[in-house]
């Protein structure tokens, strides 16, 4: 198993650009989400999703959308890139199995600079 | 909403000696799950530890263990016999029971290992 793999994994944009981050797992994992980290902040959900055609909002959702065709991908889009959205960026899953500890696992991160 | 404290944002310690980090959470849950997750320089974050609220008994896994106070909404991490390759960022983080897979993180605490 690859686990949980995220591209690319350094990324620079101009303002008003648009990107998508991708994120892969092959563990048949329900629940993917990403999150956003910045320094002092801690990890921030940003878009979550608990099975293939369902996705909602986190805590900083805002100028970021999401899809979930597939139980394996879930992109992160950027409609119009802005210097606030300069932060690395994290994809993780898990089972998504009610009543147990639902260990969530994470991809290595994508490290993405708005300029 | 809840919440995870860190409230310290830098700790060191010896090689070979013991350290404690410390975690408090606010929440008016019964049901939830407590995690501590290792960030080293690679970015990778790294499962440490986890403890279910329901359980009395306190978690373990090799070196690392925790102090789970319910009552007190308190979940610190004790590193024993530091290496030096416990040296990152470690972040507690939240999450609530049932079918809520969502992840709420502290801010970190940057642990640096002496020789």
């Known amino acids: 198993n690859a686990g949980v793999t995220q591209t690319p994994k350094f990324q620079v944009l101009k303002t008003g650009q648009s990107m998508t981050l991708q994120c892969a797992q092959d563990m048949n994992h329900e629940y993917m989400s990403w999150y956003r980290q910045d320094p002092g902040m801690g990890l921030r959900l940003i878009h979550y999703?608990?099975?293939?055609?369902?996705?909602d909002q986190g805590e900083v959702p805002n100028g970021y959308n999401v899809s979930r065709s597939t139980t394996e991908d879930f992109p992160l889009r950027l409609l119009s890139a802005a210097p606030s959205q300069t932060s690395v960026y994290f994809c993780a899953s898990s089972l998504g199995r009610a009543g147990s500890t639902d260990t969530q696992y994470f991809g290595p991160g994508t490290r993405l600079t708005v300029l | 909403a809840q919440t995870v404290t860190q409230s310290q944002p830098e700790m060191s310690v010896q090689e070979a000696e013991t350290v404690t980090l410390s975690c408090t959470y606010d929440?008016?849950?019964?049901?939830?799950?407590l995690f501590w997750y290792k960030q080293p320089p690679s970015r990778q974050m790294i499962l440490v530890i986890r403890q279910e609220a329901y359980k009395q008994q306190n978690a373990t896994e090799n070196r690392f263990s925790v102090n789970f106070q319910k009552a007190a909404k308190s979940f610190s991490l004790k590193i024993s016999d530091s290496q030096l390759g416990d040296a990152a960022m470690y972040f507690c983080a939240y999450r609530s029971g049932g079918s809520n897979y969502k992840l709420t993180f502290g801010k970190g605490t940057l642990l640096t290992v002496n020789p």
């Open positions: 929440t008016s849950e019964s049901d939830y799950y």
């Open positions: 999703s608990v099975g293939a055609g369902i996705t």
